[in-house]
């Protein structure tokens, strides 16, 4: 399984982006997919994640309300869209994947999750 991230930018405080994060190699049907960023000088922390089965979903509480994570099959691909954007959400964004099932939770922290992409920059400044 390749991951590979798209759609980040400069983004003004309180605008939009839309990440992506497409596979290769393997359905993301069988994996939970998760959005996690690294600002400088700090860990790597989770976002939000997606069950593969039953659409279980979780999100940091301080991108709740602000971020939605969702899948497209079609495209064998994960979104995430950012609304709302403040300067602390500036960081690279990487997805990671591993593989389910979970039924009614998923894992959402960075050591449970492999395959990683090489991640895109998300900076938000005016």
């Known amino acids: 399984l390749q991951l590979v991230e798209s759609g980040g930018g400069l983004v003004q405080p309180g605008g939009s982006l839309r990440l992506s994060c497409v596979a290769s190699?393997?359905?993301?049907?069988?994996?939970?997919v998760g959005w996690f960023r690294q600002a400088p000088g700090k860990e790597r922390e989770e976002v939000s994640c997606?069950?593969?089965?039953?659409?279980?979903?979780s999100y940091a509480d301080s991108v709740k309300g602000r971020f939605t994570i969702s899948r497209d099959k079609a495209k064998n691909t994960v979104h995430l869209q950012i609304d709302n954007v403040k300067p602390e959400d500036t960081a690279v964004y990487s997805c990671?994947?591993?593989?389910?099932?979970?039924?009614?939770?998923?894992?959402?922290?960075?050591?449970?999750?492999?395959?990683w992409g090489q991640g895109t920059q998300v900076t938000v400044s005016s």
């Open positions: 990671g994947a591993r593989k389910g099932p979970f039924m009614g939770w998923v894992p959402c922290t960075p050591a449970e999750y492999g395959s």
């Open positions: 997606i069950s593969p089965n039953d659409g279980s979903t």
């Open positions: 190699g393997a359905s993301l049907d069988y994996y939970a």
